[in-house]
C-alpha cells in the first residue's frame, strides 16, 4: 500500500512566535478526522530551519494526539550534501536527524533557480538523506518553455536519470512532480496533466528498476494546489498526495486540503 502524503512547504515564511497560533488552529479544525483504516496518511510541515524545534515542541506538547492519528511530523526543505565542515549556512542530514527530522524535500524548483542545484546536486543531497534513512522527497518538474516544445517527458527523465544513477536499489523516495509553471502562479496543471506524467515517472522507475518499485512509490502533485482541487488530483489512480506551497500558509485552507484527501 502506497502512503498518502500531503506536505506543507511554508518556505521562506513566518516566524517561530507563530508557529503555536498556526498548530492551534490547524489541530483544532481536523482534531474530530481519522483515517480510514486501510489508508496511510503522512501530514507533513516542512518548515523553515529555524522553526524546527519550536514546531516540533508544539505539535509534541500539545497536539500528540492528531500527530499519531494523522501521521504529522516535521520536515527540512533543503538539506546539505555534504557530511559537516566549512559549508557556511548549510544544514546537514545528521544535523536533522540529531532533531529527529526524518523527512526533507530535496531539489525544488525555486533551489535549482535561485541557488544554481543541478540534477547532480540533486542526486547527492538524496544519497546523503538516505545513507541517514530520511525520507526525500525529491522534486522534478518542467518549466513552461520545455512544455510548450514538448519536452516535458523528456526533461523528467533526465531528472529521473541523475538520480537512478546514484541509486544501484531503489529506496523510500518519494517524488513530487512540481511543473515549474505551475508553482505560485494560481495555474494548476490540469488533472489529466498531472496523471499523464505521474504515470510516467512511476513508468520510468518501474523500467528502471521493477514493478513493484514503481508501485510502491508515492508520487505527488504540486502547484497552486488548493481545498478545491484536491479531490480532483487525489482520485487519480497514480496522484499519491500533494505538496502545498502557498495554500499550506492558512490553516483553514490546509485543514481543509488534509480533510478532503482523508474523504476523497
Ligand atoms: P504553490 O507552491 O502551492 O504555492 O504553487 C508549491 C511548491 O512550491 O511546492
Same mark, same amino acid.
Given at each position: ?28 479544525? @481536523? ?11 503522512? !501530514? ?23 500527530? #499519531? ?34 523527512? +526533507? ?21 538524496? !544519497? #546523503? ?26 526533461? @523528467? ?17 518519494? @517524488? ?30 518501474? #523500467? ?9 512509490? +508515492? ?32 490553516? $483553514?485552507?490546509?485543514?481543509? @486540503? ?5 474523504? $476523497?
Amino acid at each position: 500500500m502506497r502512503s498518502i502524503v500531503v506536505a506543507a512547504n511554508w518556505k521562506m515564511n513566518k516566524k517561530a512566535s507563530e508557529v503555536p497560533a498556526f498548530f492551534e488552529e490547524f489541530c483544532t479544525r @481536523i482534531q474530530h478526522h481519522s483515517v480510514r483504516p486501510h489508508m496511510s496518511l503522512e !501530514v507533513i510541515f516542512a518548515v523553515p530551519a529555524p522553526l524546527i524545534e519550536a514546531a516540533q515542541r508544539v505539535m509534541s506538547d500539545q497536539y500528540r494526539d492528531q500527530m #499519531r492519528k494523522l501521521g504529522m511530523s516535521i520536515a527540512a526543505q533543503n538539506l546539505s550534501e555534504h557530511e559537516q565542515g566549512a559549508y557556511t549556512g548549510e544544514v546537514s542530514a545528521s544535523m536533522l536527524t540529531d532533531l529527529q527530522v526524518r523527512c +526533507s524535500i530535496i531539489g525544488h524548483s525555486e533551489r535549482r533557480q535561485h541557488y544554481g542545484e543541478t540534477d547532480h546536486h540533486v542526486a547527492q543531497k538524496t !544519497v #546523503r538523506a538516505l545513507e541517514h534513512k530520511m525520507h526525500p522527497i525529491v522534486c522534478v518538474g518542467e518549466s513552461l518553455e520545455h512544455r510548450e516544445n514538448g519536452q516535458t517527458e523528456s526533461v @523528467i527523465a533526465r531528472q529521473l536519470e541523475a538520480l537512478f544513477d546514484v541509486m544501484p536499489e531503489w529506496q523510500r523516495v518519494t @517524488i513530487a512532480y512540481e511543473p515549474v509553471w505551475a508553482i505560485g502562479t494560481g495555474v494548476s496543471a490540469s488533472v489529466d496533466q498531472a496523471q499523464t506524467v505521474h504515470g510516467f515517472i512511476r513508468d520510468q522507475i518501474a #523500467r528502471r528498476y521493477d514493478r513493484a518499485a514503481g508501485e510502491r512509490t +508515492s508520487i505527488i502533485y504540486g502547484g497552486s494546489v488548493k481545498p478545491a482541487s484536491i479531490g480532483g488530483l487525489i482520485c487519480q489512480k497514480d496522484i499519491d498526495g500533494v505538496l502545498v506551497g502557498g495554500a499550506s500558509l492558512q490553516p $483553514s485552507d490546509f485543514a481543509a @486540503i488534509v480533510e478532503n484527501t482523508i474523504q $476523497s
